[in-house]
Antibody, heavy 113, light 107 residues
């Protein structure tokens, strides 16, 4: 069965960097794009962008241009989200979603001094 | 950006009820509309894609309809496991935007 398993929760300080992983199984990794979604505490879902798993080309929503980076390790069927220069407002649960159809369990990132 | 509006933020219904959740787009999205379910533990699942197509493994009591700018998700015969928050998402134009969510509770 198709599964996306994300890395565990992270506690970081402002200005630090975090890299979240999303490992896919149960299908051919390059068959579907990988999307990333942010959910701030108690809030709704916000689409961050997606990465073409065949070409590695990322597309970012405007609010996620600059400090955010999507990447792939295709040989390991794994997608990554890196957030640089963390800010308090980056505190959220981040989800990966394969073709928007299958979702990871979410990774909580807490940014606090 | 296309704005997606779910005017009902919370809804209370009884087991066995038929429930309809609405979603409106700020411009036409030509049926490129998904519905998701987020359970209280945070797990998210795709229910409906392209307005009315049922995703694999989703019970047939879920159905979707709509066109143009107005869309809806219907749950017939509400069951306890349907307690969740439901989100619509348009994928007609980038960025793919979500509605604010409708939280469904049992009366």
């Amino acid at each position: 069965q198709i599964q996306l398993v994300q890395s565990g929760p992270e506690l970081k300080k402002p200005g630090e960097t975090v890299k979240i992983s999303c490992k896919a199984s149960g299908y051919t990794f390059t068959d579907y794009s990988m999307h990333w979604v942010k959910q701030a505490p108690g809030k709704g879902l916000k689409w961050m962008g997606w990465i073409n798993t065949e070409t590695g080309e990322p597309t970012y929503a405007d609010d996620f241009k600059g400090r955010f980076a999507f990447s792939l390790e295709t040989s390991a069927s794994t997608a990554y989200l890196q957030i640089n220069n963390l800010k308090n407002e980056d505190t959220a649960t981040y989800f990966c979603a394969s073709g928007n159809a299958y979702w990871g369990q979410g990774t909580l990132v807490t940014v606090s001094a | 950006d296309i704005q997606m509006t779910q005017t009902t933020s919370s809804l209370s219904a009884s087991l066995g009820d038929r429930v309809t959740i609405s979603c409106s787009a700020s411009q036409g999205i030509t049926n490129y509309l998904n519905w998701y379910q987020q359970k209280p533990d945070g797990t998210i699942k795709l229910l409906i894609y392209y307005t009315s197509s049922l995703h694999s493994g989703v019970p047939s009591r879920f159905s979707g309809s709509g066109s143009g700018t107005d869309y809806s998700l219907t749950i017939s015969n509400l069951e306890p496991e349907d307690i969740a928050t439901y989100y619509c998402q348009q994928y007609s134009k980038l960025p793919y935007t979500f509605g604010g969510g409708t939280k469904l509770e049992i009366k």
